[in-house]
């Protein structure tokens, strides 16, 4: 009996990856470690000239195979352009792409993001921004109908033909097309000294509404999604260590998803010249899905660890969610990087530390 629960849990993973994630957009739990893919806005939000980022995910590889487990990753460049004395442009370019389940559903994709960021006010140390961004990107889905298996290739005695007709599965006439892309932002970030800081922030992603049907003559628009994210870092003067509170929230279709979490930094060595910190955190993330319930659907344990311009991130969900007796609570790890360049720019212009 439990090895048929466990059947039937893994054709539910495999209809998931096929028509929820067709539309759901992904998503990585480190968020702020993959700021382009957040918030168009975000675009050269940073205390640097240039970042360099890249993010890694797997899920569900205790549930199905590795091969067949969901794969995310994404690397993206970003820079800061000064206009006048303290406003400034930003503009990046984000790649990424995801492959889940059997059937090597893959969506890759390429995107510009521009972003202009407007001080309104502030002095010395302290800075107020207003930033506005988009970003138009190129996507590619793809996926092997050969490697499913079908309802009519069961003879309803448990054996498997794959030899059978699976016309009255679905009429799926093509399985690689591309389509265009278009998101906006805004975003408000308040620097109060070098230890306290907050900001808040919002995108509306797939303005122009895709049609990603996999049936040529068929319509399947992709659903538009708002993200809504907030956080800050706050810390006393000469602390070592700061409270990082955040949270992100996406409604998509008749999915909504809720992040709430915080982590303690705590800042290493009696050095000033050298920046070295060590964070810690955890958060909830909670789901409303097609089944129009409501639930917890992991705990996200993350660490990072920052030198200097160099940090490095590692995240792990717990699965909370009714799949835990075949995952054994175990969902995904996640892997990022990120790098800024620093260049000789000495304007008074401060952004928070992500």
């Not at 480190?30 to 918030?39: G, I, V």
């Not at 490697?147 to 009255?168: K, M, Y």
Request: glycine fraction near 10%; proline fraction near 3%; include cysteine.
């Amino acid at each position: 009996m439990k090895r048929i629960q466990h059947l039937l849990i893994l054709c539910f993973v495999g209809l998931i990856s096929f028509s929820a994630n067709a539309q759901l957009d992904i998503h990585f739990s480190q968020f702020y470690l993959s700021p382009t893919n957040l918030n168009p806005a975000m675009t050269g939000v940073m205390n640097a000239n240039i970042r360099l980022t890249a993010n890694y995910r797997n899920q569900w590889s205790s549930v199905t195979s590795f091969e067949s487990s969901f794969n995310t990753y994404s690397a993206s460049y970003d820079q800061r352009i000064p206009v006048g004395r303290y406003d400034y442009f930003g503009v990046g370019l984000t790649l990424w792409g995801d492959v889940a389940g059997t059937g090597r559903f893959s969506t890759n994709t390429a995107k510009l993001s521009g972003s202009y960021a407007k001080r309104m006010g502030g002095y010395r140390d302290e800075s107020h921004y207003l930033v506005v961004g988009a970003d138009a990107g190129v996507s590619q889905r793809t996926v092997d109908f050969n490697r499913f298996r079908w309802g009519a290739q069961h003879d309803g005695e448990g054996n498997f033909d794959p030899t059978l007709s699976t016309q009255e599965d679905g009429n799926f006439d093509r399985d690689n097309f591309v389509f265009a892309d278009l998101s906006a932002g805004l975003m408000w970030f308040s620097v109060l000294d070098e230890n306290n800081s907050f900001f808040i922030g919002g995108a509306y992603s797939h303005l122009n509404r895709a049609n990603i049907s996999f049936e040529g003559q068929g319509t399947e628009t992709l659903f538009t999604k708002i993200t809504l994210h907030a956080g800050g870092e706050f810390s006393g003067a000469g602390s070592k260590i700061a409270f990082v509170p955040n949270i992100v929230t996406f409604f998509q279709g008749p999915s909504w998803q809720v992040v709430p979490g915080a982590a303690v930094r705590f800042r290493l060595g009696n050095s000033r010249r050298y920046y070295q910190a060590f964070q810690i955190g955890a958060w909830a993330r909670i789901t409303h899905q097609l089944d129009d319930q409501t639930h917890m659907d992991a705990l996200i344990l993350s660490t990072r660890f920052e030198y200097e311009d160099f940090g490095i991130g590692f995240s792990y969900d717990l699965n909370t969610s009714s799949l835990n007796e075949a995952s054994n609570f175990n969902g995904a790890f996640e892997f990022s990087i990120v790098y800024r360049i620093k260049g000789p720019e000495k304007r008074n212009v401060y952004c928070p530390n992500f």
